[in-house]
């Protein structure tokens, strides 16, 4: 086989690390491709589940001895800790590689050390080599980890007039069954998925993640949070039918902020204490006005129907902003149309202090 440069070699190890995507919270997606000392590619691995085998030791397997004097390129710093599995910097030693090229340093105190691990061994170790794009790939992790709260996503689904349901409350199917698919494919990314308790009230959802076409579920689940309150999720709600884990958070459980409402800070907190890296919002228009107003939304993603309602509620409500030198600001990073539908994908920038 032909030898490839590091760089095509990282690109590869980006591209391996995207197939863990959803599978692998609370770790971080992972890919690892090994050279050997000619520069040909002997073992290529990802991190395919929490618990699993790190890239590293996927890629080491396949390589056997052939690691010995190679290079192993790997989307994030190797971990330098025994957690379910053995430290990969140890492994990388004990393969006999001489150089270890790595994307994005591991922000996660008790794993990260791999890289001096790996120079006091001997190992040349280089670090940042795409650093952008393998950050992009990991980014609900890596964002998560350095501050202590999940990646959050705000899912929401609008006429072109920006409407959310209909005068009359009709909201079911504003947008098509493309869209809805590809919102189940966005639900199985992330480890939670939350709601307010109106919601849950006025549409009785699932929350779940599951093929539309014949209904099955995905092998895994989201966290199911309902936001309320005071505990008015009825009881025969679907979104306690057992099909996934739900949790109900209540002022009294998580706290309560100023208007006695669910502290949405400690509400993430906690979510981030029991796991969860990446989370999507789905509504409704009162919490994602309340999230959007703390400044705890990561990005924004808008399934736009082409239609119009010119009555009813509208996507978002108060969001903290009364005059427009206060709007909040998105830079559009994607505009794609699912079937009839566009969806729009923004982060906010962030505001001055
Ligand atoms: N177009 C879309 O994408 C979309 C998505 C979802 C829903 N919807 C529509 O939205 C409608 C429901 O709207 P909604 O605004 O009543 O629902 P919501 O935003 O899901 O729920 C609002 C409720 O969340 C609870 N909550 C708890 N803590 C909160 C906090 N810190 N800040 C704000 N709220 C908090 C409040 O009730 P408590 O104080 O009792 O806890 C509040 O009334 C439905 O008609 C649904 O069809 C549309």
Not at 101 to 114: C, E, K, L, T
Not at 123 to 145: H, K, P, Y
Not at 178 to 191: C, E, K, S
Request: glycine letters at 12%; aromatic letters at 4%.
């Amino acid at each position: 086989m032909a030898s490839v440069s590091v760089d095509e070699a990282m690109r590869r190890a980006i591209a391996l690390a995207a197939r863990g995507l959803g599978a692998t919270s609370p770790n971080p997606v992972v890919g690892c491709v090994l050279l050997d000392a000619d520069g040909e590619v002997v073992g290529e691995g990802f991190h395919a589940y929490a618990g699993g085998p790190h890239a590293e030791i996927v890629a080491l397997a396949q390589a056997g001895r052939r690691a010995r004097g190679g290079t192993a390129v790997v989307t994030l710093e190797p971990c330098d800790h025994t957690g379910r599995t053995g430290p990969c910097s140890h492994a990388l030693i004990a393969a006999g590689v001489a150089r270890v090229v790595v994307a994005v340093p591991d922000p996660n105190p008790v794993a990260s050390g791999g890289a001096a691990t790996l120079r006091a061994a001997g190992v040349q170790v280089d670090l940042g080599v795409r650093g952008d794009e393998a950050e992009a790939g990991n980014i609900a992790w890596l964002t998560s980890m350095r501050r202590g709260w999940p990646y959050l996503i705000w899912k929401y689904a609008a006429t072109l007039d920006g409407r959310s349901a209909a005068a009359d409350g009709t909201s079911i199917w504003i947008t098509s069954e493309a869209a809805r698919i590809d919102v189940h494919a966005l639900r199985g990314t992330v480890d939670a998925v939350i709601a307010g308790v109106g919601t849950v009230l006025a549409d009785d959802p699932r929350l779940t993640a599951r093929n539309l076409r014949d209904g099955t579920l995905a092998i895994r689940q989201p966290l199911r949070v309902v936001v309320d309150s005071s505990g008015r999720t009825p009881a025969q709600a679907r979104v306690r039918d057992g099909a996934a884990r739900t949790w109900v958070a209540t002022a009294a459980e998580v706290g309560a902020g100023p208007d006695g409402r669910v502290d949405l800070a400690a509400l993430l907190a906690e979510l981030h204490h029991r796991g969860v890296r990446a989370a999507l919002l789905e509504g409704g228009p009162t919490l994602a006005g309340a999230f959007l107003a703390a400044g705890l939304v990561d990005r924004i993603v808008g399934y736009v129907a082409p239609k119009l309602l010119g009555a009813g509620p509208t996507a978002l409500l108060d969001a903290g902003v009364t005059t427009i030198a206060d709007a909040i600001d998105l830079e559009l990073t994607d505009v794609t149309q699912v079937g009839p539908d566009l969806r729009i994908t923004a982060l906010p920038r962030k505001r001055e202090a």
